[in-house]
């Protein structure tokens, strides 16, 4: 089975507050994704990235950083938390495939508090 | 741009019940599309795939069918248990593997 971890389950930190929240998959995914989830608004990409040190932005990548530096694991990063980013964080990863299968698999979420 | 839509938003049903979840997407060019499980506080669970040359799939009592031409697909759920009850999530994804979600329907099956 795939399985993709994060590091956290609940996570409570201060406005200005330098915050990480890690992502692991264990299957050798190309792909790996961070969404935050909020509710009425759903699930929105912040950032992803195709390989190791590749990154893209998706939607709403401001106030938001990434890095990937090894195939398996994918690190969001807020450079200042603030209130606004309080909110459940999600990762997921998938397998580059040409065809168009590419199913993502979901880690537990991370529930960020921002005091 | 992609939007998905899914109406109602909540959804409560007796048990025993076969229901069918909709879903709607504004653009055909889609690469699958995929049904999510969520339930309360926890990350998403993948229920089935359908790529874009399918029709349909099949996973036990579900069942998810797709018209791309007319960019809908509906989940099938047949016998509804008080167990299936969560948020039940579709996206599709385009040619470079983003994914774009509907907002869910909230399924509640009373015992």
């Known amino acids: 089975d795939v399985k993709v971890t994060q590091s956290s389950r609940y996570l409570v930190k201060r406005t200005g507050e330098k915050v990480f929240l890690e992502c692991v998959q264990d299957?050798?995914?190309?792909?790996m994704f961070w969404y935050r989830q909020d509710p009425g608004l759903g699930l929105r990409l912040i950032y992803f990235?195709?390989?190791?040190?590749?990154?893209e932005k998706g939607d709403i990548p401001e106030g938001y950083s990434v890095s990937r530096e090894k195939k398996e694991r994918f690190s969001l990063i807020l450079e200042s938390a603030s209130t606004n980013q309080t909110s459940m964080y999600l990762c997921?990863?998938?397998?580059?495939?040409?065809?168009?299968?590419?199913?993502?698999?979901f880690g537990p979420g991370t529930r960020l508090t921002v005091l | 741009k992609q939007e998905v839509t899914q109406i109602p938003a909540a959804l409560s049903v007796p048990e025993g019940e076969n229901l069918v979840l909709n879903c709607s997407f504004t653009?055909?060019?889609?690469?699958?599309l995929q049904w999510f499980r969520q339930d309360p506080g926890k990350g998403l669970t993948s229920l089935l795939l359908?790529?874009?040359?399918?029709r349909e799939q099949t996973s036990g009592r579900l069942n998810a069918s797709l018209d791309k031409s007319s960019g809908r697909s509906t989940l099938y759920i047949a016998a509804s248990q008080p167990g299936d009850s969560a948020t039940y999530l579709c996206?599709?994804?385009?040619?470079?593997?983003?994914?774009?979600f509907g907002k869910g329907i909230t399924l509640s099956v009373r015992p």
């Open positions: 990235s195709y390989d190791v040190k590749m990154k």
């Open positions: 299957m050798d995914h190309e792909n």
């Open positions: 997921a990863s998938s397998l580059y495939d040409s065809s168009g299968v590419n199913e993502q698999f």
């Open positions: 653009d055909s060019a889609i690469y699958n």
């Open positions: 359908i790529q874009s040359s399918q």
């Open positions: 996206a599709v994804s385009g040619a470079n593997s983003k994914l774009t």
